[in-house]
C-alpha cells in the first residue's frame, strides 16, 4: 500500500482563485479573489486574474515541494477560462514534481470537506452556490441529485437582483443585510417537485415598488424557503437523518437558520462547517483529492481535459462505503405518518391529510402555501379523476385538510419493477392528456392499489392546470431523477418502462420526452 504524504489542491472554477495543503488536516490555506470592477464576474478577467497571480499564490502554501505527493485540481463544473487557468498550472506541477495528478468534481469536492469539517457521515447535502443549487445524497457509489434548479443558482439569483439595485459584488452578504430590517411580502415562489426554479422571483423582485429592505427580505425569506422546502423532501423520501448545508450561500445565517429549525422539526441533526470551507477554497480539492487518490483514483495529463459542465452524479465515490438502506415511509391500517409537508392520520379506512405549519417559513408565506395547495390539490384531484385518472375519493376539506379514503396498497418506492413503471407510465399519460401536470411525480407519491394493481396518484400539492410542453417534461423529469437516485442499477430500463406505458395513453409523449431529455441537458453552471 503506497504512502501519500501532503496533496496540493487549486481551486479556481469562478471568481476566487485558492490553494492548499492537505495532509492528515489542512496544513495551509490562500486564497486570491477576483473582484469585477463593475457588474458580474467577467470569465476571460477572472482567468486573466488567475494567470497573473497563480505562481505567487502556490509559492504561499507550498514551502516543501518535495513533500508533495499529488497535485488536485478543479476539473469542473465551473468557468471554462478560469478552469483551463487552473488546470494548465496543476499539469505544470505534477509533471515538475513527478507525481499523480487528480481531477477533483468541485461539487464533490464542497460535499466531502463539509463532511470532514463537521463529522457528519451520511447527510442530505444542500448544495447552494452562486451557480449551484442541488440536493444531493450519497447512494450505491455515486452523489446523486435528488433535485436542482432548472435554471439558475441560488447566489447568481441574488447577485442578479444585487446588480439590479446597484449593489458590488458580491451582493448575497449586503442582501442579508438589508433583510434584516425589512418587512415580507409576496414574490413567486417555485417549486416542482423536487426542482425549483429562481428566474421569476428575481424578475418580481427587481420590479417590486417597495423599500430596498423589504425586497431584499421578501427575497430572500422565498428563496430560502424554496431551497429548505425541496431539501426536507429529500430528507423524507431517503430517510436519512442528517443535513449538511455547503457552498457560499451557506454562510447566510438565516439560511441556517431555517434549516437548523427544519430538522429539528424532523428530529435531524444540522450540520455546517467553518466559514473558510463554505465558499470556494483549495481545502475542498486538496482533500478530496487525497481521498481519490488514496483510493487509487488520479489522471495522465492527457486525460485531464477540463468539463465546465462535470455533474456530480458523473463521479464514481470509490473512497466511500455504502451506509444501511434506510425505509421511506410505511403505510399502515392505522395511526399517524409523516410526510415532507403533510401528517397523514389514518383511522376507520379513511386518511385526514393535514398539511402542518413549517417554522422556517414566515408566517404569511406558511399560511398562503398551506392555503393554496390544500384548495388546490382538492380541485384537480377531482379533475383527474373525471379524466380517468385513479386517484383517492374525498370525503371533506378545510383551508388545510382534506379528509379521503384510505388507499389500500404499497408505495410504488417499495415495489419498483418494470411492469408496476408501465402502469404509472400509464396513468401519467392519462393525467397529461386531460391537461394537468402533477408537480411532484415521484415513485412515494404513487400507490399499487391492493385490489387491482392500478396505480393511484396521490399529493397533489403542487399540481397545476397546464399544457404546456415544458411543464409536462418537468414532471416526467422529476419522476426520473427520483428512479436515478433511487435505483441507479435498473434506472435506464425502468425509465424506458414508464415511457412505453405514457405512450400508450398520451399522443404528445415523444415530445414531452424530448423535452425531458433536454431539461436533462440544460446547463446549469453557468
Known sequence: ?????????????????????????????????YSPAHGGIHPREAAQHHASVVKELISTVLSDPGAVTGIAFSQGPGLG?????????????????????????????????????????????????????????YLNSRYRIFGETLDIGIGNALDK????????????PLIEREARTGTYFELPYTVKGMDLAFSGLVSAAKDAKRPLADVCCSLQETAFAMCVEVTERALSLTGKDEVLLVG?????????????????????????????????????????????????????????????SFRSDEVEVTWKKDATPKKTLIRNDSG?????EAVITFRDGSAAKRRVSKRYRVPALDERLITER?????????????????????????HDTIVMEQVQGTLLTDAITESHLREAGSVVGRLHTAGIMHGDLTTSNMILREKDGKCVLIDFGLSQVTTEIEQRGVDVHVLFQTLEST????????????????AETFTGASDVVAREHEIELRGRYL
Open 1 to 33: 500500500m503506497p504512502v501519500f504524504g501532503q496533496i496540493l489542491g487549486i481551486e479556481g472554477t469562478a471568481w476566487n482563485l485558492s490553494a492548499a495543503l492537505f495532509d492528515h488536516d489542512l496544513v495551509a490555506l490562500a486564497s486570491r479573489p
Open 374 to 398: 390544500t384548495r388546490a390539490e382538492a380541485r384537480l384531484i377531482l379533475m383527474a379523476r373525471k379524466a380517468g385518472v385513479p386517484t383517492p375519493i374525498m370525503s371533506e376539506i378545510t
Open 248 to 308: 457560499g450561500v451557506g454562510a447566510n445565517a438565516r439560511l441556517q437558520e431555517m434549516l437548523n429549525r427544519m430538522c429539528e422539526d424532523r428530529g435531524a441533526r444540522f450540520f455546517v462547517p467553518d466559514r473558510k470551507y463554505l465558499g470556494d477554497n483549495g481545502a475542498m480539492i486538496a482533500y478530496t483529492g487525497k481521498l481519490m487518490l488514496e483510493s487509487g483514483q488520479s489522471l495522465p495529463i492527457d486525460a485531464s481535459r477540463i468539463n465546465p
Open 161 to 172: 437582483f444585487a446588480r439590479a439595485k446597484d449593489l458590488p459584488h458580491p451582493g448575497g
Open 336 to 340: 399517524t405518518k409523516r410526510g415532507a
Open 81 to 137: 477560462p478560469c478552469l483551463r487557468t487552473v488546470a494548465t498550472a496543476a499539469r505544470s506541477l505534477a509533471l515538475a514534481l513527478d507525481v499523480p495528478l487528480i481531477g477533483v468534481n468541485h461539487c464533490v469536492a464542497h460535499v466531502e470537506i463539509g463532511c470532514w469539517a463537521t463529522g457528519c457521515r451520511d447527510p442530505i447535502v444542500l448544495y447552494a452556490s452562486g451557480a449551484n443549487t442541488q440536493v444531493i445524497g
Open 487 to 502: 435505483n441507479p442499477a435498473t434506472a435506464e430500463a425502468l425509465k424506458a418502462a414508464f415511457v412505453e406505458g405514457y
